[in-house]
């Protein structure tokens, strides 16, 4: 009886203790900030983006521009105008003023529309490569090591350079 129990109790810690390096899962990390920047399409979106932002910028600093020289003029113009006409151009830049407040939440809009647009394909891409070679690797859980991201010790597998070569850069 002796001797059953201690075969009982051998083949329970076999068992527990297969079951727990089973259990252990394969992580690894991968610095999802340095693999979008170093994306040939994240350089032609950004590059995109800024022309945009600067069109939009020249566009609405041409407004400012028009509205500051306006009201110049009709601060030189007010002691010979009647308070009617005066209160006609107060109110007339002010409107002037309201539509170049809409013009750049507008603007700010169209940019992070655009930014979505452009930026959702090149995450998909980069998710689509990233779980394509943790598979190959057999890892379970890969861990964003960008900056911020939570993550404070990354000495495990680095995924970064096996998930460029899988782009192609």
Same mark, same amino acid.
């Given at each position: 009886?002796?001797?059953?129990?201690?075969? *009982? !109790?051998?083949? !329970? /810690?076999?068992? +527990?203790?297969?079951?727990? !390096?089973?259990?252990?899962? #394969?992580?690894?990390?991968?610095? *999802?900030?340095?693999?979008?920047?170093?994306?040939?399409?994240?350089?032609?979106?950004?590059?995109?983006? $800024?022309?945009?932002?600067?069109?939009?910028?020249?566009?609405?600093? @041409?407004? *400012?521009?028009?509205?500051?020289?306006? &009201?110049?003029?009709?601060?030189? =113009?007010?002691?010979? #105008? @009647?308070?009617?006409?005066?209160? #006609?151009?107060?109110?007339? /830049?002010?409107?002037?003023?309201?539509?170049?407040? =809409?013009?750049?939440?507008?603007?700010?809009? =169209?940019?992070?529309?655009?930014?979505?647009?452009?930026?959702?394909?090149?995450?998909?891409? +980069?998710? /689509?490569?990233?779980? $394509?070679?943790?598979?190959?690797?057999?890892?379970? &859980?890969?861990?964003?090591? @960008?900056?911020?991201?939570?993550?404070?010790?990354?000495?495990?597998?680095?995924?970064?350079?096996? *998930?460029?070569?899988?782009?192609?850069?």
């Amino acid at each position: 009886m002796k001797h059953l129990r201690k075969i *009982v !109790v051998a083949v !329970v /810690l076999f068992v +527990a203790a297969s079951s727990f !390096v089973n259990a252990q899962n #394969k992580v690894a990390h991968i610095n *999802v900030t340095d693999l979008m920047s170093a994306m040939p399409e994240m350089k032609a979106a950004e590059a995109e983006l $800024k022309k945009l932002q600067e069109t939009y910028g020249a566009d609405i600093q @041409s407004s *400012v521009t028009e509205m500051q020289n306006k &009201y110049k003029q009709y601060q030189n =113009e007010a002691a010979t #105008k @009647s308070d009617e006409e005066n209160q #006609k151009r107060m109110a007339e /830049l002010e409107g002037f003023d309201r539509t170049i407040k =809409e013009a750049q939440q507008k603007a700010q809009q =169209e940019l992070q529309n655009k930014q979505v647009a452009l930026l959702g394909p090149i995450s998909d891409k +980069a998710k /689509l490569a990233i779980e $394509k070679v943790a598979a190959a690797q057999g890892v379970n &859980y890969v861990l964003d090591s @960008s900056q911020g991201s939570g993550v404070i010790v990354a000495k495990g597998t680095d995924l970064l350079p096996l *998930v460029k070569k899988e782009l192609g850069f």
